[in-house]
């Protein structure tokens, strides 16, 4: 949500693994997609399909991202259909960049980490967005 404002132009899909943040934040029309990690296979598998089906029905021109599972799969399948991929990787992720997030960098049009430190080729740092 904290980059919501850059996206005021534009036509704009959420998605999320928790309604109650697109209801705190004023958001309609959120898709709703299975949270699940690397220890829950069934869940991620079912994240993974949701993701699959939500992409092919939207066919977005760009996807951004913060992170985690289902996130990743959404840049997946979005790269896989032409899009535009970004990649935020999470402000956790301060010692080195998550799994997702390296999972993702050959899918990401950008790739971006919010600690200056791990900062490197392919790995832009553009400030916090905390």
């Not at 943040?21 to 829950?40: K, Y």
């Not at 956790?92 to 980490?113: I, M």
């Amino acid at each position: 949500m904290l980059l919501r404002p850059a996206f005021d132009e534009g036509c704009v899909v959420f998605a999320t693994t928790n309604r109650e943040l697109a209801v705190r934040d004023g958001v309609d029309g959120v898709h709703l997609l299975p949270d699940a990690n690397r220890d829950e296979p069934m869940r991620a598998l079912a994240s993974m399909i949701a993701s699959a089906r939500l992409m092919r029905r939207v066919r977005p021109h760009v996807v951004v991202t913060t992170g985690a599972l289902p996130g990743l799969f959404c840049l997946i399948f979005g790269r896989l259909l032409g899009a535009r991929t970004i990649w935020i990787d999470s402000i956790a992720a301060s010692d080195r960049p998550s799994l997702s997030g390296a999972l993702a960098r050959p899918f990401a049009t950008r790739w971006y980490t919010q600690w200056e430190h791990l900062q490197s080729p392919g790995r832009d740092y553009e400030g916090a967005l905390l």
